[in-house]
């Protein structure tokens, strides 16, 4: 018996040993697979500087930032993935933030982008903009939808990020109304799923007394506050971040917002994820200074009014040249027009761009028809 034991433990020392050599063998192989990734990086680096400067030398750096480009990057990266999914792929989220991270690296060499958003720190819309831009970019918290655009139209900033609309509650109509006296375009879009969850500096829910949240967010969580928290106070405020400032001020208040707001405020998570809908997403644009070209999966927003909109079939001459090139539309809303009563304007999202043959055919035609037309922009469609 003692011979086994003794065998045994050999055995065991050397399936031991064995192991080690292995790891050590697969780290000394991803220490090599490192090098490379890190010498790849900086090649690219290069390469991104080397296109800025062959552009215009007097040229700032919105003019070398092109969405069409990294959409269709983008793009690629998911093809690649799914082709290697069987060999243990990283989840498609991860590696197109990834790449998001080297392009925004990228650019940022000389200056990093400035992108207004809706603040203050710790909202979702300042998590767009690292979704669409990635965090080597300069984020300008402003006070509200207005000052965003202000900024954008100003220069102070190169571009913004503002929400349109929420597959729950519907479009935001602030930022809809804007583009009614606004000259900027829409430059990109971003889809973002939206976790709302209660915090606060409280013991439990039973220490709730009110809760703090953007009109939207509450709207969002109505079946679970109505649920859990019937009796507690409901108070709008102007973003999410304001509310979790507020919660972590007064006693009783709670806030709904999302995990960064209680990063950024040292708030307690009361409960996670509240939303009545388990596919609850909001879309935000980017908009910008400028049109960029098509990237081959694109989407086009107008700014219609059809004149005497109580004449029969107003409406459907509109839509009627987009028909017949078969085009898609994926939104239309009315809002007024801000001219007189009961006149309104129609805000129209459609596939493809308006360099694309039948988006153009149709245009033209719908341009005649219109009273007042205009192309708030031609972009990428959201990747992810």
């Not at 070398?64 to 989220?93: I, T």
């Not at 086009?300 to 017949?324: F, I, K, Q, V």
Request: one cysteine or more; charged letters at 30%.
């Amino acid at each position: 018996m003692p011979t086994q034991r003794k065998s045994k433990s050999k055995s065991t020392t050397r399936k031991r040993a064995t192991t080690q050599q292995d790891i050590t063998r697969i780290r000394g192989r991803i220490d090599h697979v490192d090098r490379e990734l890190h010498a790849l990086l900086n090649e690219r680096a290069r390469l991104a500087r080397a296109v800025g400067i062959s552009k215009s030398r007097a040229g700032k750096l919105v003019d070398f930032y092109r969405p069409e480009r990294e959409a269709e990057v983008l793009r690629l990266v998911l093809e690649r993935n799914a082709a290697a999914r069987s060999q243990g792929a990283l989840r498609d989220e991860e590696v197109v933030r990834l790449f998001r991270e080297i392009m925004s690296a990228c650019l940022a060499q000389e200056e990093p982008l400035k992108v207004g958003f809706l603040g203050p720190e710790g909202t979702f819309s300042q998590t767009a903009v690292h979704k669409h831009f990635g965090h080597s970019v300069r984020a300008l918290p402003l006070a509200s939808i207005d000052e965003v655009f202000h900024e954008v139209e100003a220069g102070n900033a190169d571009f913004g990020v503002v929400p349109i609309e929420n597959s729950t509650e519907g479009s935001v109509n602030h930022t809809l109304d804007r583009f009614l006296v606004s000259p900027l375009q829409i430059c990109g879009e971003v889809e973002l799923r939206i976790h709302q969850n209660l915090m606060g500096n409280l013991g439990s829910l039973r220490d709730v007394k009110r809760v703090c949240s953007h009109p939207q967010s509450l709207a969002q969580c109505r079946q679970w506050l109505n649920e859990h928290l019937p009796n507690a106070e409901r108070i709008p405020e102007a973003s999410n971040a304001e509310a979790a400032r507020r919660a972590r001020d007064e006693r009783g208040t709670a806030a709904i917002a999302g995990v960064t707001a209680a990063e950024v405020y040292g708030l307690r998570i009361l409960a996670n994820e509240i939303e009545d809908r388990p596919d609850n997403t909001t879309r935000f644009l980017v908009i910008g200074r400028r049109t960029f070209g098509p990237s081959g999966k694109d989407r086009t927003t107008l700014l219609l009014s059809a004149g005497d909109t109580e004449a029969p079939g107003a409406l459907y001459r509109l839509l009627e040249p987009l028909a017949r090139n078969k085009i898609s539309l994926t939104r239309i809303e009315s809002r007024p027009s801000q001219r007189r009563k009961w006149d309104y304007v129609f805000f129209i999202d459609l596939d493809g761009h308006v360099e694309d043959a039948p988006v153009k055919r149709a245009l033209a035609k719908l341009k005649t028809r219109a009273s007042l037309y205009r192309v708030l922009g031609s972009y990428p469609k959201a990747v992810l």
